[in-house]
């Protein structure tokens, strides 16, 4: 595929930060967004909002957005078994800022927060920007797959459970996460449970919430930005299961973390409610795409089959991969060692694009290698 080609099909019509920060011969595959169309049930409302009423909401006076609220509980329910309560969900504009807002009003710098790692790195960085101290939770490669071991989680205030895990792809398992509880009920530790990619989790594996496992010590976070690539919408939920955790924010100023907006809002419901056969088309896509890439990397470089999302964690034995690869490759890849202990040796390749795209960037990488 020639570069012409991809400016043609791609690059024109891709606007925002994934494409942008790539050179002119450069395909990128590092943030998490999609190369691929939007569902058209999300452009449909949202069309539909921009040329109705862009007055205030029904529901701006109230801590969540209504049907916010109700169109996550029911996605609960129908998909995972859930019967999450909505009158517990508030709104953010993203998963990092919840996160802040959780760790701002629960904890006190200083406080340790446990986290799988390699870990998604804007996490790292907030611990980092707010002093909570990183307790590693090693996840260590296990033939096709990855383990940890029992966590020492003693000194620490919050575990901060990312399921299904951001770079490796894994999806924990109800004994694994059965363990997990009971080493946070033995520390008296909250949850903080990131569960945005469980709607891309490829069977036979499946997205257990910890919040049924501990409701009430669990905040769970979630969006419908990565399943349906909304990652410009900047809406996301906070199902707020601790009570204490409730009292923490209902003490807070009524609009200093701000609030939802209308097109977020109508984005998000839209998808979780009538976006799934746009889903199930996708996940297919993105099922074979993770298994081309086993069928086409370079010999020498380490891959197991993600269980979930559209990420590749791809081992290439030395530190410096991405830059390299970008430099003699021209693929753009996200730096493993951004991603914390573990990472070093590794480069993470988003393959949610289209089936030519990632030919081609396989055949770059196997050219470099």
């Given at each position: 595929?020639?570069?012409?080609f991809m400016g043609k099909s791609l690059k024109?019509?891709?606007?925002?930060?994934?494409?942008?920060?790539?050179?002119?011969?450069?395909?990128?595959?590092?943030i998490a967004d999609m190369d691929l169309p939007t569902a058209p049930a999300v452009i449909e409302v949202l069309r539909r909002r921009a040329e109705g009423d862009l007055g205030y909401p029904v529901w701006l006076e109230s801590p969540q957005p209504g049907p916010l609220a109700e169109a996550f509980a029911e996605r609960m329910t129908t998909r995972y078994g859930w019967d999450a309560d909505p009158s517990l969900v508030?709104?953010?504009?993203?998963?990092?800022?919840?996160?802040?807002?959780?760790?701002?009003?629960?904890?006190?710098?200083?406080?340790?927060?446990?986290?799988?790692?390699?870990?998604?790195?804007?996490?790292l960085g907030t611990l980092t920007e707010m002093d909570r101290p990183l307790r590693p939770i090693p996840l260590q490669p296990d033939g096709d797959s990855w383990r940890f071991d029992p966590p020492d989680l003693?000194?620490?205030?919050?575990?901060?459970?990312?399921?299904?895990?951001?770079?490796?792809?894994?999806?924990?398992?109800?004994?694994?996460?059965?363990?997990?509880?009971?080493?946070?009920?033995?520390?008296?530790?909250?949850?903080?449970?990131?569960?945005?990619?469980?709607?891309?989790?490829?069977?036979?594996?499946?997205?257990?919430?910890?919040?049924?496992i501990l409701p009430?010590?669990?905040?769970?976070?979630?969006s419908a930005t990565k399943a349906f690539n909304l990652g410009g919408i900047r809406c996301s939920v906070a199902h707020i299961g601790s009570p204490e955790v409730r009292k923490a924010l209902d003490a807070q100023p009524s609009f200093v973390y701000g609030s939802a907006h209308v097109f977020g809002v109508d984005a998000t419901?839209?998808?979780?409610?009538h976006g799934d056969a746009?889903?199930?088309?996708?996940?297919?896509?993105?099922?074979?795409?993770?298994?081309?890439?086993?069928?086409?990397?370079?010999?020498?470089?380490?891959?197991?089959?993600?269980?979930?999302?559209?990420l590749a964690w791809l081992d290439y034995g030395r530190p410096g991969a991405a830059e390299r690869l970008e430099r003699e490759a021209r693929v753009m890849l996200s730096d493993g060692a951004g991603f914390g202990p573990g990472g070093e040796n590794f480069a993470r390749l988003n393959f949610a694009?289209?089936?030519?795209?990632?030919?081609?960037?396989l055949n770059r990488l196997s050219r470099a290698h």
């Open positions: 595929m020639s570069d012409a024109s019509t891709h606007d925002g930060l994934k494409w942008a920060k790539a050179g002119p011969d450069v395909i990128p595959a590092w508030r709104a953010y504009s993203d998963i990092n800022q919840a996160l802040q807002v959780l760790l701002h009003v629960c904890t006190s710098p200083g406080d340790g927060v446990a986290l799988h790692t390699p870990a998604y790195h804007p996490f003693a000194g620490c205030r919050v575990l901060l459970l990312v399921n299904p895990q951001n770079p490796t792809g894994r999806v924990f398992t109800r004994d694994e996460l059965t363990e997990l509880a009971d080493h946070v009920e033995r520390h008296d530790l909250l949850v903080i449970a990131d569960e945005i990619h469980a709607d891309l989790a490829y069977a036979p594996h499946e997205h257990i919430p910890f919040a049924t009430e010590r669990t905040v769970t976070l979630t419901v839209a998808a979780w409610r746009w889903l199930d088309e996708t996940r297919a896509l993105l099922d074979r795409n993770r298994r081309t890439i086993a069928e086409r990397l370079p010999e020498g470089v380490g891959y197991r089959l993600p269980q979930a999302t559209y694009t289209t089936e030519p795209v990632l030919t081609e960037i």
